[in-house]
Structure formats: C-alpha cells, structure tokens
C-alpha cells in the first residue's frame, strides 16, 4: 500500500484536461442539479411505494411541463440580465384571448393563432418599453402583469369559464393527458438548437456576456432583446393555451407570478446565471423536474398544503445552496452565478475574519 | 511622401479616409470639438493624446458605432454616413477597440467569427461551429498567434492573448481598407507586440491597407508610423510626418502641454 501512495499524483497528473472534464467544469451546475433530481427520485422511491409508477409518471409530467415551458421561455431573457415577470400572467390570459376571438366570430384554431398573436405583441410591449424606453425589464414586465390581471379581471368578471372549443385539435393543444408533456419536449429541443445552434443563440448569450463588446462588433443589442421578450410571451400564452384544454376550466383569478417564479427558479437551479451571460435549456429542464419532483414527492408522501410551501422552499434552498458550494469548491474562477458570488463574497469575508482573530 | 501638405491638398485621390470638422458631445463633456484629419492609402497614422482627449470617441465614430454631431467623413473620396457597424464593416473599415469588444463566456473561435459567423440552413442561420473552429486554428496559426485551444473561452486567456485575438479579427478580413486600432499593445508582452507590430506592418506595406494606430508607448509609434496626430482638447493640434519630427521632440512636447495644462487648471 505504501509504495503504492507516491505513484499516485504522477497518475492523476498524466489525465489530459479532456473534452468531458471541460464539459462538466462549464455545466457543473447541471450535473450537480441532475444528481439532485437523481436523489429526489431515490428518496420518493424509498419512501412512498406510489412515487416511481406508470400512473404518478403521468401526475409527475404534468408537474414539470408547465415549469419547464415557463423556464425554457425565461432562459434567452435571463441570459440577457433581464427578467419578464409577466410571463405566468400571459399563461393566465391567453386562453381567455382565444375565448374573445372565437365569440367575435373566429373559427377556434384561428382564435388560437390570433391569442398567441396577441401575446407577441404585449412581449412587443415588454421589449419596447424595456429597451427602447430605458425601463428596467422588472419593473416593465411587472407594470404587463398587473395590467394583464387587471385587464382579465375585468373581461372576465372574475368568473371562471371554460376553454373553447372540441375535438382532435383540442386534444392535441392539451386535451390528451401527456400533450403537456410533449409540448415541453419539442419546445425543449427547438429552443435548445435556437440557443446553441443558430447565430441568434450565440447572440444571446454575447449581449449577455458583454453587451458593451456585442454592440462593438456589430449586433444589433436592442433587436435580439426585444425578440427575446417577444418569445417569452409567446411561449407563456402557448403554455396557457395548451394548459387551459389540459385543466378544462379557466380561473382569470389565479396568480401569475408565482408561475413565473417557479419557471425563473427552474432556470436558476438548472445554472441559469441571474446577473446574465450564462444559461442552458437542458438545465432549465433539469431545474424544472427538480421543483416538480419536490411538489409532486411530497404531495405524494401526504404533506399538509400549508406544509408543502414551507418543503418546497427549504429544498429549493439546500439545493441551491449544495449547487453553489459544489461549484465554488471545484471551480477555479467564482464568477458564474449571481448566487456564486453573493455565497463567495460572505465566504471571503468570513474566512478573513477568522484569519484577522486567529492573528490576533 | 509630401510632409505636412496633407490638409492644404484638395482630396485627392492618395487619402483613402478624410474628415472634415467632426464633433460629437455626451451631454455637457465635449468630446471632440472639430477634427480635420487625412489617411493615405498604406500608411500608418499614429494617434496620440491624453487620456479623455477624445481618441476613442473618434475611432467609434469612424466605425459606425457612434454618430458625430456634426463634420465630414470621406472615403476615397466620397462622403459617408455610417449607419451601423455592419455599414462601416461592408465599406472595409476595421477595428480593434480598446476594451477589445470579445465576449469572455464565448469561446475563442466564436468571438473570431463574432457577428460573421458561417451559417447554414438559410433563413435559420445555423452556426457552421466545425468550419469556424478549423479556420480560426488555421488562420491564428498562420499569424503565429499561439492559443492552445480555440475552444477555449476568452475569458480564460492572458490579456495579451485577447489582444491577440482582437487583432486578428480585425485583420482576417478580406476587404479591409481601413484598420482602426485603438491602444492595441497595451496589455501586451514583447513577444506579443512584435507580433502585432510585424503584422501592422506587413499589412500596410504588403496589403496597401492604411491604418490609424492610437498608442500611449511613442518608441513603438515611431517603431511602425510614417506620420504622427497629436489630438488635445478634441482638435488636432500637430500634424507631423516622421521625417519631421524626432521622438524626444514629440515626448518634450507632450510633457511641456502637459504641464502647461496643468497650470492653467492651478491659476
Ligand atoms: N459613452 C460616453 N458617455 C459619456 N461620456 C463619454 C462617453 N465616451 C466618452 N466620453 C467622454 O468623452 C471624452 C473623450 O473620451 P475618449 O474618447 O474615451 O478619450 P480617449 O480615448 O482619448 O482617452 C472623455 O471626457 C469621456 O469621459
Ligand atoms: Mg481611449
């Protein structure tokens, strides 16, 4: 054992810096997130027999979809350094648009295209107001989503309907059970070839890593911001839309914030940086069976109501607080996540303290 | 090569760029008050001047980046109004700004290629990533530009490197004219500045291409210039070709200014 210990470094130091250690060193917050969601899983195994069946698998979807839509649409815009807030409330209102257009006299699949029409033009809204009059996007998204509350409040009369409209077509926007589920993947999948595949994706992630560089060279800052709002609310009113066949009611009274946080908190756990520049859908997709599987786990092992938002929370927390710490210990630069930095700073100025009282 | 005769000539045909009275103000800071400068073809103009002179904001207006107030620009003759940074690229104007405008998170051979990437499928614009990764090893060896990996991002690399890199952006290009290099050598090693000195070079004796180069270090302008612009107080004072002017005259003269400033700011 001995003689063995000393060849051990000379080994370790041979390991070319490979292609997956390169990987993993700039997704390290998906991989940790993804053995997260691998512990969740063996834990609500463990614990309750009802977890890991075909019939909870479906349940299960249905908790992730949505907050993986919501996080898929959140990513191009966090990546930005910018944030929509009004995202959970176009989920609540476009299905009420498809309702408007279709007792105007639209046949339903064209009321559709029109609701979602709609919603590109308040994302318009979001961006304009955002980049071209200079109003930080959390306050101008939070401005849409109270007056999109306000203005479906008032259509609705605060009175829940139902969606409009029957048939194949309705069973594919959201009327069959796992049509969620595939909503969430082909969005995953387009939206993840849109961010690393096209010149639009790579644009993205440059204003974000360096808006100041990104308008140097010749990109148009203001144009990819503004389609990036734009896209956001298309998928949270396409989220809506689809969510509103799958539930068969509609409740104009239900908040749409918290939505959207669970879809921006996805994204974070999934290593989406707050502060912009860094972000990756499959991440958005690991985040978001993280937070479904903590709702849907702990439903199922029987936590009260008022007990589950206290679980949610703290677990929410332990991961993120596993994630960040994971990465700072093997990352060499500390500068990814907002989070990163916040948990580096305190660290640094703890460690300096003790080193000041150990020297005094 | 005529001394000094530059600004009394009619525009003739040798000066490839030409400004007239530019000017350009942020709110109350007057950045530049009225620029008349020439650039002939393959020629090394340098810039020099103190910090807050107003050499950046002339460079971003010369690339489309900013809008001048007011003034002329002529290229080859003809007057031009750049649009957009796209615009003064397609007129063959170049640049390596002084924050070198690379994007730390995004690998080097993306910021190589940044907003001219190799796309295909159409309308999508998907990205070519394996021809861009091939030319950029291909081309950054040909320089003699020593990164070890294109894939790595920019971020990770020496100041020096990133320099490098932003110099070779520039100078990839195939219809460049005009290149625009903005404290280029600032961060850099004597082995990287030779290297980017030797391409100033051969650029514009080989290429023809005329190049405006803005440095602080005098030893390295009069190293690669064939004329030397003072810029103070957003004017162009001295206009000096080199056979006009000595290095210890131009370090002399900046120093005296420089002093003189200061005193008027004390009386
Ligand atoms: N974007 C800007 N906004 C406001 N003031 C600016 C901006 N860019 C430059 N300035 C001001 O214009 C003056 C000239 O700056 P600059 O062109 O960067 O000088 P130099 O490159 O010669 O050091 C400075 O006083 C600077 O503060
Ligand atoms: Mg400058």
Same mark, same amino acid.
């Given at each position: 054992?001995?003689?063995?210990?000393?060849?051990?470094?000379?080994?370790?130091?041979?390991?070319?810096?490979?292609?997956?250690?390169?990987?993993?060193?700039?997704?390290?917050?998906?991989?940790?997130?993804?053995?997260?969601?691998?512990?969740?899983?063996?834990?609500?195994?463990?614990?309750?027999?009802?977890?890991?069946?075909?019939?909870?698998?479906?349940?299960?979807?249905?908790?992730?979809?949505?907050?993986?839509?919501?996080?898929?649409?959140?990513?191009?815009?966090?990546?930005?350094?910018?944030?929509?807030?009004?995202?959970?409330?176009?989920?609540?209102?476009?299905?009420?648009?498809?309702?408007?257009?279709?007792?105007?006299?639209?046949?339903?699949?064209?009321?559709?295209?029109?609701?979602?029409?709609? &919603?590109?033009? *308040? @994302?318009?809204?979001? !961006?304009? =107001?955002?980049?071209?009059?200079?109003?930080?996007?959390?306050? $101008? /998204?939070?401005?849409?989503?109270?007056?999109?509350?306000?203005?479906?409040?008032?259509?609705?009369?605060?009175?829940?309907?139902?969606?409009?409209?029957?048939?194949?077509?309705?069973?594919?926007?959201?009327?069959?059970?796992?049509?969620?589920?595939?909503?969430?993947?082909?969005?995953?999948?387009?939206?993840?070839?849109?961010?690393?595949?096209?010149?639009?994706?790579?644009?993205?992630?440059?204003?974000?890593?360096?808006?100041?560089?990104?308008?140097?060279?010749?990109?148009?800052?203001?144009?990819?911001?503004?389609?990036?709002?734009?896209? &956001?609310?298309? *998928? @949270?009113?396409?989220? !809506?839309? =689809?969510?509103?066949?799958?539930?068969?009611?509609?409740?104009? $009274? /239900?908040?749409?914030?918290?939505?959207?946080?669970?879809?921006?908190?996805?994204?974070?756990?999934?290593?989406?940086?707050?502060?912009?520049?860094?972000?990756?859908?499959?991440?958005?997709?690991?985040?978001?069976?993280?937070?479904?599987?903590?709702?849907?786990?702990?439903?199922?092992?029987?936590?009260?109501?008022?007990?589950?938002?206290?679980?949610?929370?703290?677990?929410?927390?332990?991961?993120?607080?596993?994630?960040?710490?994971?990465?700072?210990?093997?990352?060499?630069?500390?500068?990814?996540?907002?989070?990163?930095?916040?948990?580096?700073?305190?660290?640094?100025?703890?460690?300096?303290?003790?080193?000041?009282?150990?020297?005094? | 090569?005529?001394?000094?005769?530059?600004?009394?000539?009619?525009?003739?045909?040798?000066?490839?760029?030409?400004?007239?009275?530019?000017?350009?103000?942020?709110?109350?800071?007057?950045?530049?008050?009225?620029?008349?400068?020439?650039?002939?073809?393959?020629?090394?103009?340098?810039?020099?001047?103190?910090?807050?002179?107003?050499?950046?904001?002339?460079?971003?207006?010369?690339?489309?980046?900013?809008?001048?107030?007011?003034?002329?620009?002529?290229?080859?003759?003809?007057?031009?109004?750049?649009?957009?940074?796209?615009?003064?690229?397609?007129?063959?104007?170049?640049?390596?700004?002084?924050?070198?405008?690379?994007?730390?998170?995004?690998?080097?051979?993306?910021?190589?290629?940044?907003?001219?990437?190799?796309?295909?499928?159409?309308?999508?614009?998907?990205?070519?990533?394996?021809?861009?990764?091939?030319?950029?090893?291909?081309?950054?060896?040909?320089?003699?530009?020593?990164?070890?990996?294109?894939?790595?991002?920019?971020?990770?690399?020496?100041?020096?490197?990133?320099?490098?890199?932003?110099?070779?952006?520039?100078?990839?290009?195939?219809?460049?004219?005009?290149?625009?290099?903005?404290?280029?050598?600032?961060?850099?090693?004597?082995?990287?500045?030779?290297?980017?000195?030797?391409?100033?070079?051969?650029?514009?004796?080989?290429?023809?291409?005329?190049?405006?180069?803005?440095?602080?270090?005098?030893?390295?302008?009069?190293?690669?210039?064939?004329?030397?612009?003072?810029?103070?107080?957003?004017?162009?004072?001295?206009?000096?070709?080199?056979?006009?002017?000595?290095?210890?005259?131009?370090?002399?003269?900046?120093?005296?200014?420089?002093?003189?400033?200061?005193?008027?700011?004390?009386?």
């Amino acid at each position: 054992m001995s003689s063995d210990t000393p060849a051990l470094p000379v080994v370790k130091r041979r390991i070319p810096a490979s292609v997956m250690r390169r990987f993993i060193g700039q997704h390290l917050t998906e991989v940790v997130s993804s053995l997260v969601a691998v512990a969740l899983a063996i834990f609500f195994t463990i614990e309750s027999p009802n977890f890991f069946t075909s019939a909870n698998a479906l349940v299960l979807s249905q908790f992730i979809a949505p907050f993986a839509i919501f996080a898929l649409a959140e990513v191009p815009v966090l990546i930005l350094g910018e944030i929509d807030l009004s995202v959970g409330q176009m989920y609540i209102v476009s299905p009420f648009f498809v309702t408007y257009w279709n007792h105007a006299g639209v046949p339903v699949l064209a009321s559709v295209v029109l609701a979602l029409l709609v &919603c590109c033009g *308040l @994302g318009l809204i979001n !961006g304009l =107001v955002s980049v071209s009059l200079r109003v930080p996007s959390f306050i $101008a /998204t939070l401005g849409m989503a109270f007056a999109l509350r306000g203005i479906i409040l008032i259509y609705s009369h605060g009175a829940p309907t139902n969606p409009i409209g029957s048939g194949t077509l309705v069973n594919i926007l959201g009327g069959w059970p796992w049509s969620e589920a595939f909503w969430a993947l082909g969005i995953a999948a387009v939206m993840h070839v849109m961010l690393r595949g096209t010149t639009f994706g790579l644009h993205i992630v440059a204003v974000g890593g360096n808006t100041e560089s990104a308008r140097e060279s010749g990109i148009r800052v203001d144009y990819i911001k503004i389609w990036c709002f734009v896209l &956001c609310a298309l *998928l @949270g009113g396409l989220m !809506g839309i =689809v969510d509103g066949y799958h539930l068969g009611s509609l409740d104009p $009274a /239900t908040d749409g914030l918290t939505f959207m946080f669970y879809g921006v908190t996805s994204a974070v756990i999934g290593g989406t940086a707050l502060t912009g520049g860094r972000g990756t859908m499959v991440g958005a997709c690991i985040g978001a069976c993280v937070l479904g599987m903590i709702k849907n786990g702990f439903l199922i092992l029987g936590t009260s109501s008022f007990a589950l938002d206290l679980v949610t929370g703290l677990t929410i927390l332990v991961a993120m607080i596993l994630n960040v710490q994971i990465e700072l210990a093997t990352s060499k630069r500390g500068s990814r996540g907002s989070f990163g930095q916040v948990v580096s700073v305190i660290f640094t100025i703890f460690v300096q303290r003790r080193k000041g009282r150990v020297r005094s | 090569m005529t001394p000094n005769g530059g600004t009394n000539e009619p525009a003739g045909v040798e000066d490839v760029l030409r400004t007239e009275h530019i000017s350009m103000s942020f709110g109350p800071v007057i950045a530049l008050r009225s620029v008349n400068l020439h650039l002939r073809r393959g020629e090394v103009l340098g810039l020099v001047g103190d910090n807050g002179a107003g050499k950046s904001t002339l460079v971003k207006i010369l690339t489309g980046l900013h809008r001048p107030d007011g003034g002329r620009i002529y290229l080859e003759g003809e007057e031009v109004k750049f649009r957009s940074v796209r615009d003064a690229r397609q007129h063959g104007i170049e640049t390596v700004f002084q924050n070198l405008a690379l994007v730390g998170e995004l690998s080097v051979y993306h910021n190589l290629f940044l907003n001219r990437e190799y796309t295909r499928g159409g309308w999508f614009r998907f990205l070519g990533n394996r021809v861009m990764r091939a030319a950029a090893r291909q081309f950054l060896d040909e320089i003699g530009v020593n990164i070890p990996s294109v894939d790595t991002p920019v971020a990770e690399l020496s100041g020096g490197q990133r320099q490098a890199i932003a110099v070779a952006r520039a100078v990839r290009q195939e219809n460049i004219k005009v290149l625009l290099l903005d404290e280029p050598l600032a961060a850099m090693g004597a082995k990287e500045t030779s290297l980017i000195i030797g391409l100033i070079n051969s650029l514009s004796k080989k290429a023809n291409v005329s190049i405006i180069v803005i440095d602080h270090n005098y030893t390295h302008l009069f190293e690669i210039c064939d004329r030397i612009n003072v810029i103070q107080h957003g004017q162009v004072t001295v206009d000096k070709s080199l056979s006009e002017i000595k290095l210890e005259e131009l370090i002399e003269f900046m120093v005296q200014t420089f002093r003189g400033s200061g005193k008027t700011l004390v009386d």
